[in-house]
Structure formats: structure tokens, C-alpha cells
């Protein structure tokens, strides 16, 4: 038995190709937009992710101060 190896694209880079296309077709709304907010699926989840580790790090960093003070 062979298992298949199934491959797609994560939602961000599907959602960051089509405003790529309509970007460059200068369809919509879109044609206006910035190129900033064109790539923004390619970048935002990195600097939201990296905003959560941080976030957790800090939370985490006060827990064990408040912890060492008791």
C-alpha cells in the first residue's frame, strides 16, 4: 500500500496570490491598494506569531518574579 502524499498551499499564500492577481490585473479595489498590504498574508502571520511568543515570554517572565517575591 502506497499512501499519497497530499500538498497544498496554506491560506495565506492562497489569499496573498489572488490579491497579487488582481493587484497586477488593477481589478477592484485592490489596484489601489499598497503593495504593503498586498504582501501583507506573506508577512503578518510571522509578526503576529512573533507577538505571541513574546507575549508569552513576558507573562511568563512576571509569573516567576511574582513567584520569587512570595
Known sequence: ????????????TIVF????TL???????VAAWSWWWVTA???LPLIIGLFVIG????????IAYINSKL
Not at 1 to 12: D, E, L, R, T
Open 41 to 43: 498574508p506573506l508577512w
Open 23 to 29: 493587484k497586477l490585473a488593477e481589478i477592484g479595489q
Open 17 to 20: 496570490l489572488i490579491f497579487l
Open 55 to 62: 507575549l508569552t515570554i513576558t507573562v511568563g517572565v512576571i
Open 1 to 12: 500500500m502506497s499512501k499519497s502524499k497530499k500538498k497544498s498551499f496554506p491560506i495565506f
